[in-house]
């Protein structure tokens, strides 16, 4: 404290704060002896340490978090015009380009714009950071043009996200837009002077347990086209990853692995024509659902999720060899089945997986291809 001699008590803190003046402190010392008709100096408004460090962090996010320009592909999807709308929303995102297949850039723009407002998030003040290019993911080099492939060398991220989804056709129809497609961007990106931070969005079936690579390879042999080129192509990523010559270009690679996906939590809109929808609308078209093991997991998450997943995974590497993130948030089966049950309304039988089975069969066979399972 300050002027003990005269029996007074001006706390240092007053005395060294940036703002005192010489004439303060004299009215300090009048107003701590009482002086009569001295008034109190205002004390300097409260230093808040937290909040200055917040204020400081936030802004030093924000620039970590810079992501300047990224191109995406998928955009008109279920899932990828959420990670578009995530994309125009964050201020770090200067632009977006999207590539679209359409027979002109108008028309790819409309496509696009029409998926978000199925979607129910479009609002026009977006559209400024929004970029089309026409192309084609079945064609080499996604049906660019030479300059906007050589272009595409210079963004700063590439989301990877789009693929052909056809359950009932093989491997080879679907090798050119799912596998070919992304061994070209990864060749785009070994040529480009400052490779760009790349996100790879998988989808491959996700067996119970720990399985090698060659193990599931063998148990997806018999499966989908769809399963079998996702699988292809997130290899060849994680291998890419794992030659890298740099640590830099090492952590811009990620593989995000979604389970089933669901509506935003904000509009829940959701994609009926997707397996999961389809599965219950089988159940209730025979009014019955098999009886899952108390255990049984399904791996399932909000559109919304997967996308801001997704893109923070451009600055967050995951932290293990293999450069993947797995979202297996979810809900067990019996659960799910009783929340269906109690939005409809009624009760479905739990049955044996068998029994379900065999309903199911007899169903798609009257139905044929007008059965959601049959799709």
């Not at 995406?72 to 015009?81: M, P, Q, R």
């Not at 009014?287 to 967050?316: C, E, M, Q, R």
């Not at 799910?336 to 089975?357: C, V």
Request: charged share 20%; with cysteine.
């Amino acid at each position: 404290m300050f002027g003990s001699r005269a029996q007074t008590c001006v706390p240092i803190p007053k005395l060294i704060n940036y703002q005192t003046a010489i004439l303060d402190v004299s009215k300090h010392i009048r107003a701590a002896t009482n002086v009569k008709g001295e008034k109190p100096i205002e004390s300097a408004p409260t230093l808040d340490l937290m909040q200055e460090i917040t204020d400081l962090d936030t802004q030093l996010a924000s620039m970590q978090h810079h992501f300047g320009v990224v191109f995406l592909t998928g955009a008109s999807g279920f899932v990828g015009t959420q990670i578009l709308r995530e994309l125009l929303e964050r201020p770090g995102v200067k632009k977006v380009i999207v590539n679209v297949r359409a027979s002109s850039n108008d028309n790819g723009r409309q496509r696009i714009i029409s998926a978000a407002r199925s979607a129910r998030w479009w609002h026009s003040t977006l559209a400024a950071k929004l970029e089309i290019w026409t192309g084609d993911l079945a064609k080499s080099l996604l049906g660019l043009s030479s300059a906007k492939w050589q272009e595409l060398s210079t963004v700063d991220a590439i989301i990877h996200n789009g693929a052909s989804v056809q359950w009932n056709a093989d491997y080879q129809t679907l090798k050119a837009a799912n596998v070919k497609s992304t061994f070209d961007i990864l060749k785009n990106i070994t040529g480009a002077v400052s490779p760009p931070r790349f996100v790879y969005v998988s989808g491959v079936h996700d067996f119970e347990g720990e399985l090698d690579d060659s193990t599931t390879a063998m148990k997806l042999k018999g499966l989908d086209g769809y399963s079998q080129t996702k699988f292809v192509s997130e290899l060849m990523v994680r291998n890419f990853a794992q030659r890298a010559t740099s640590l830099a270009q090492r952590n811009h690679i990620s593989i995000v692995k979604p389970g089933l996906i669901i509506g935003t939590t904000r509009e829940g809109v959701a994609n009926t024509t997707d397996f999961l929808w389809r599965y219950v609308a089988g159940a209730i078209n025979v009014g019955a659902y098999p009886v899952p093991d108390k255990n049984d997991w399904l791996t399932v998450a909000h559109a919304d999720f997967v996308a801001n997943s997704t893109i923070n995974a451009l600055v967050n590497t995951p932290n293990n060899s293999n450069y993947t993130l797995d979202i297996t948030g979810g809900i067990y089966m019996q659960r799910f089945w009783d929340i269906i049950n109690k939005i409809m309304g009624h009760q479905l039988r739990p049955i044996t997986s068998y029994e379900w089975a065999g309903l199911i069969q007899k169903d798609m066979e009257k139905k044929t291809e007008a059965h959601p399972l049959g799709r």
